[in-house]
């Protein structure tokens, strides 16, 4: 007994007495959620990444797996000085806030997909629903005999409302007898249940289904290649990045949200010494968000379905929206708004 | 003879008490050091780095004794109810609710702070107790194992909760750009467990500690304990000795609700000002709690110190991945690992207790 807790003792105190590893240069901490496969966070690992190369500072990401390692990372940045902190996700908005009420002028602070309510907080945000609107018309355009349409998200509640309500109207903007069906994975990365929910909503009579489960989208694709062997078809969209690819040609298009772009636009901003605090509203106009094929190149496109016309059609309308000529006003809360469900 | 041989029975059962959790956690960090070296780290400047960040700075420290507080909490949680042979898992929906009831307490009702604080950690300790009776009442009726209902209590508390911050609750100040806020409205200062000096973790901890004591006073000095204990290991026996089984079940599952609860509330209250969609659930608080009771042979005392050792592997993986550019996951791989030690502990006291029970109700078959 008294060996092993001499042991334990020598242990902890070799440890505690190790000392910390020291970076010099400049330093950038990015925080947000588990990053794995999701595009909304690979685009800005990846910008993070490429950007070290040009202006030579020594990056960490910090991957929070639960609400309350949102708060000890940002902690943990500010203790070990990192000259630029960029929080991911809505998660961050709160304890950017009132982390840099704290810490003063010698850290910066930004946040990507949300509005931290400080002018001490540089806060990106985006107008999504002007993109899932274009999502809803690709969808009318395509399928105009159609009624029935799916849609697959992550979590239901008012962040999701956006994408289902701008894809409702674009929808509705070009099939007025619409209806819709919709299911949840409660999950940003779970391709199971997305793959599930497709297959009943085609049971149900879809023939395009919204992929707005993010990564979990890979299950709509999966069940599209399923069903397509069985003579039964469904399209679907991606997020956030182009998705589009040769070998699954179900896969229309991706609604664009190009965080790694936001990030660029905050790193470029930092270095050179002029990001501004406050929100900073990214739409289409800024080509922050569009579609692929219509705003963006992508890397396959399926022209029996995307025909010519039907992306001239949805170009009129990216237009619309990017000009001003189309102003999309959602309502305030999601309880003041109805539509079809079947 | 007798004395001198219980004596050394007693000394040996507190050796294993102590060295077990030990030997435990010592191979789980002996474990964690390999996975360290297979991703080409340096294990001990890995697991300074843990440390420092979990107790090197005062921030830290904080840090981990605010993570721990709930964690504590679910650690008594367990304790009472397995101490008394109820193998109840719903902390988790507990805590969820006794965490938004205190939230909704303490955003919507007037007065000042000396009235809306107690009054939130009221809300939090009934709401977590009613859900706790919930599940007492459905062993007691329908025979409905603690393990099944307590397990889906927790899924049912979580969505509700979910519901609840995300739509007829949402906070009502989010604008357009906050849509995606799943969480209720932020909490006044007066609603708040303030600090308990500048830079300090919040009061709740002091309470959590506090609880601890009367915890372990209520087994160790009152008749309530051993009463406790014996109407759940054998039902009968408590019986022809006086004790009210049934009243007994709900006195537990009542003190092991307000604990869950309260431990919802020290964090809504004293962490995030406000209830959180998924505060509970992803953080997994119960969770570690059982982990700690666990490791502290449901010692309310053992639990106090496990409590704040887990949550400091979790605090120390920031500073550890920031410094040494090493996953989170580590963490959780040793975190596992200590579950995985323990789990033979768990299951002897699990299965002993089934069996004293069916024991107990069929007249003491095998």
Redo the contacts between chains.
Sequence with gaps: ?KK?ASL?IV??L????????M?EGEKI?VICDPVGVNAFLTQVVEKVEELAGTYGYEY?I????????W???Y??????E?DLILGVG??S?EYAAAKAAEAGDGIRFAVI???A?SDQVA?Y?YNEEQAAYLMGAMAGYAFPNETKFGYIGC????????YRWGFMEGVKSVVPDAQITFNYTNSYADPAPAYEFAKQQQAQGCTYIFGGAAAGNEGIFNAALELAQEGKYIYSIGQDTDMTRAENPYILSSQLKNTGVTAGIIIDAFFAGNLENG?H?LEMKDGAIGATHITAEGHYLNSDILTDEVIAQCKAVADAIASGELVLE?PAS??DYTFPIF | MNNERNGRRALLNA?DTV?QP??AV?IS?LLGAVVILVIGKNP??A???M???AF??Q??LM?TLK?ATPIIMGGLAVCVAWRSGYEAMGGEGQMILGAMAAALAGYYLPGPAMLRIPAALLAAAVAGALYSVLSGWLFEKFDVTFVISTLMLNYIANYFA?FLC??PL?DPE?????????QTGKLPPEATLPPIMKGWVHWGFVLAVLAVILTWFLFRKTSFGFKSRMGGLNPRFALYGGVNARRMLYLVMILSGVMAGLGGAFESLG??GRY????IF???YAWTGMVAALLANMNPLGTLAASILLAGL??G???M?????I???VC?IIEGIITLFMSARMIRIASGNIRRRRQAKGGGEA
Excluded: H
């Design positions: 007994m092993f334990l242990f902890v070799v440890l505690a007495l190790v000392p910390a590893a970076a901490a960490r910090l991957e929070c797996s639960d609400t309350d390692k708060q000890s990372s902690d943990a940045a500010v203790a070990e990192y809505w998660q908005a997909d949300t509005d309510g806060s945000s979590f239901e509640g008012s962040g999701s409302f956006k929100l509203v959602m999601e309880a | 050796v060295t030990l030997i010592l960090f001990l400047l697991y300074g780095e440390i420092r960040g090197g700075k921030v830290y840090n993570r979910a995300n739509y949402r989010a604008n357009v750009y906050q849509m995606q806020n799943a962490s995030k959180v969609d998924q505060m992803s953080t997994g979790a605090v993986g920031s500073t991945m920031l410094n040494m550019d996953p989170l996951e959780n």
